[in-house]
């Protein structure tokens, strides 16, 4: 078991890692789109890559409609297990919609014999989810 103070310091040391292992400017919630954000997620039971929409309903209603037309291309041309959850339950209990990539192995980010896969998975997916939303971006804001 680890302390608090020690799980602080293993995630500082991933995410430093993960960022001079791939040094690159990532999106995430730079998308111009309000409510509309890309996140990674390491913790002790798993790792994912997300596309969130957080925004009032109105707004994620209006999102979710543009990214279900584009569900089969982003699927069949980008990322082929893509769940799909309009009703994302939050740990913080707020929902969301989200899109999202989850990585199948066992991960933990307390055990860094795990680390080198999951920065490669978080490298890949999130590149193919930029990919896919500068390829469709246009489509996504009308």
């Not at 040391?13 to 400017?25: Q, V």
């Not at 980008?78 to 209990?93: K, Q, R, S, V």
């Not at 860094?112 to 998975?121: A, Q, S």
């Amino acid at each position: 078991m680890f302390s608090k103070e020690e799980s602080r310091i293993l995630r500082q040391e991933f995410w430093t890692s993960f960022g001079k292992s791939f040094p690159r400017k990532w999106i995430l919630y730079d998308t111009k789109l309000k409510g509309f954000s890309f996140k990674f997620h390491f913790d002790t039971k798993s790792a994912l890559v997300a596309l969130d929409l957080e925004d009032d309903l109105e707004n994620r209603i209006k999102y979710w409609e543009k990214l279900l037309s584009l569900k089969s291309i982003l699927l069949d041309d980008y990322l082929p297990n893509a769940i799909f959850d309009e009703a994302y339950l939050l740990e913080n209990g707020k929902e969301i919609s989200r899109i999202y990539v989850i990585l199948e192995q066992k991960v933990s980010i307390h055990n860094k014999n795990t680390w080198r896969d999951v920065m490669e998975f978080l490298n890949v997916h999130m590149n193919l989810f930029e990919t896919f939303f500068e390829e469709y971006k246009e489509v996504i804001e009308d």
